[in-house]
């Protein structure tokens, strides 16, 4: 299955500590860079006045010794993503995505 995996991601990981005045301080940490392979599953688009939604579902697959969880942020192209529960299969792992932006 790797070596269908073309593209290259960014795995970044929410890191929450205290800053000044013990005021939480949220940062994205990298975890890893791997190989992988982004597909598009849906698009959608919402119409709600005064802004539109546009979003899709997308999956990755990823190499079995990668270390994405649910609600990491996957950098793909420079695209962020959001990742869903991890499904691990034999070889691989396939991870769900989500993104949305405004219009």
Request: charged residues 25%.
């Amino acid at each position: 299955m790797e070596h269908l995996m073309t593209d290259k991601c960014r795995i970044l990981r929410n890191q929450t500590t205290l800053g000044q005045y013990n005021r939480p301080q949220t940062s994205l940490l990298l975890v890893e860079e791997s190989i992988c392979r982004l597909t598009r599953k849906s698009t959608f688009y919402s119409n709600q006045t005064p802004q539109v939604e546009v979003g899709g579902n997308f999956r990755l697959y990823l190499p079995i010794k990668s270390q994405v969880k649910d609600g990491d942020t996957i950098e793909v192209y420079g695209e962020k993503y959001v990742a869903d529960i991890p499904y691990k299969l034999i070889n691989h792992i396939e991870v769900d995505l989500k993104v949305t932006k405004e219009v």
